[in-house]
């Protein structure tokens, strides 16, 4: 039967139209075919060719951040794709629409609160906000929190608090900051994203026991999906972290407003997980408070790892849109915050 023109909400306009679908894609296995020679070539290209004029100590380095990175992350987004799965194959559609608000406007700072209660890393958040979305969230509520979870829940700020001991000033910005920028991206998305800009994961409706087999194939699905993000985001951050002469780093810290930039531009490369990067930051001492507080504030919103995770579960064009919005978020309200407490 069809809606009636009147019923439509502002969540309509948001969310794509009921019979869309992603585009035809590849058999899993195929994909794997591919992606194991291609990997296999590289392999080989990489032992014929660059081997030779590598330097052993730079290797080691780049070695270490890459299964660093990998090895952070990992339980994080298991832990997130598992939750994902859960919320997608036995909560029902019903559950979100009475916890959150119906305008959507009024869901996202709701679902910035919410979180608050999820103690994990930006890993996580992305699988979990995809299962929201497939359960008829809307996306900005959604998408709020995606932001907010890695950066406000109790872990990120206890570790916080021990990494600047003496300075619950620290802890109040990061606090204060990420929330805002979250609940501010949530809005602007409510106000100006439109459905097509947004792939949403789909999921299938079962009931009974039906679920359990719901629940495992999107765990496989998504456990192989966003894992191969993860690994290509983890390339990334290393090569990068040991392209980038430190010297240069020692050489901006002193001059005005370009710190903030240089911190912010860093943690969206070394894309450290938000349970440690404080710690990284309490470690930056040549920089100013304001700058480190922007670190701390836009590395669980914008890495490598959360762009490659974030263009495979809903799309480029929605990457291309949301990401650099929230950088801009980050930076500015970091500034402003860190001006007023810092």
Do not use: Y
Not at 103 to 108: D, H, I, K, N, Y
Not at 230 to 257: E, K
């Amino acid at each position: 039967m069809t809606e009636p023109a009147g019923l439509r909400t502002a969540e309509d306009d948001l969310l794509p139209p009921a019979d869309w679908a992603p585009g035809r894609a590849l058999a899993p296995g195929t994909r794997a075919a591919w992606a194991f020679a291609a990997l296999a070539a590289v392999l080989v290209a990489g032992r014929a060719f660059a081997a030779p004029v590598i330097d052993a100590r730079a290797l080691d380095a780049w070695t270490t951040i890459f299964v660093a990175i990998c090895v952070q992350a990992l339980p994080f987004l298991v832990f997130g794709v598992a939750l994902s799965a859960a919320i997608t194959a036995f909560v029902p559609a019903s559950f979100w629409r009475r916890v959150l608000p119906s305008r959507p406007a009024a869901a996202v700072p709701v679902a910035g609160a919410l979180g608050a209660v999820l103690p994990g890393c930006e890993c996580a958040s992305v699988p979990v906000a995809g299962g929201l979305m497939a359960r008829g969230v809307a996306p900005a509520a959604a998408l709020t929190f995606l932001l907010a979870a890695p950066a406000v829940n109790p872990v990120v700020l206890v570790a916080t608090a021990v990494a600047f001991p003496g300075a619950p000033e620290m802890v109040v910005g990061r606090f204060a900051a990420s929330l805002l920028v979250a609940v501010l991206a949530g809005w602007t998305w409510a106000l100006f994203g439109k459905g097509e800009w947004i792939r949403i994961p789909s999921r299938p409706h079962t009931a009974g026991g039906a679920r359990w087999d719901a629940f495992r194939q999107a765990m496989r699905h998504d456990i192989m999906h966003a894992g191969g993000f993860l690994v290509v985001g983890g390339l990334a951050a290393a090569t990068i972290n040991v392209v980038i002469p430190s010297a240069w780093v020692d050489g901006v810290a002193g001059v005005p407003w370009v710190p903030v930039l240089v911190l912010a531009l860093l943690a969206v490369l070394m894309s450290i997980c938000s349970e440690a990067d404080a710690f990284v930051a309490a470690s930056l001492t040549q920089f100013s408070p304001t700058a480190r507080l922007a670190f701390l504030v836009v590395g669980p919103m914008v890495d490598l790892k959360l762009i490659a995770l974030q263009t495979g579960f809903f799309g480029r064009r929605f990457a291309v849109r949301f990401i650099p919005l929230t950088f801009v978020l980050a930076v500015a309200v970091s500034t402003i915050v860190g001006g007023i407490l810092l």
